[in-house]
Structure formats: structure tokens, C-alpha cells
């Protein structure tokens, strides 16, 4: 699980560097730079989900110790 976390999290940070290359900081919010900033953010959000994940199951590792 733990591997498979971090896969997904590298692949939401390539997402979102490359979806970053294709923002205009002229436009943001025109043609192409909104779907770039939309899919920024659902890598963000993909990242947060897998950190908020890899936390749980140590704090369900570390209950499950002091049985």
C-alpha cells in the first residue's frame, strides 16, 4: 500500500508540473490554462488524499500495537 501511495503521488507531481508548463500568465482563465489549472488542482488534491492515507493507516498500525 505504502508503494502504491507514493506512485500516485509522484504521478499527480509530474501532473502538475507539466500542467503548469501550460498556463499563460497572461490569461489564466482562458482556452487551455483553465483546464491546466483545473487538472493543478486535482493533482493537489490527489497528493493531500494520498498523504492523508499513508497517515491513517500508521495511526491504524500503531493502534493495532497496543492491543
Known sequence: MKIITIVISLLAFVLIVF???KV???APLEGE???AL????AGVCAIF???ILRISKRIEEKVKERR
Do not use: H, Y
Open 19 to 21: 500542467n503548469f508548463t
Open 24 to 26: 499563460d500568465f497572461n
Open 33 to 35: 490554462s483553465v483546464t
Open 38 to 41: 483545473i487538472t493543478i488542482l
Open 49 to 51: 488524499l494520498m498523504l
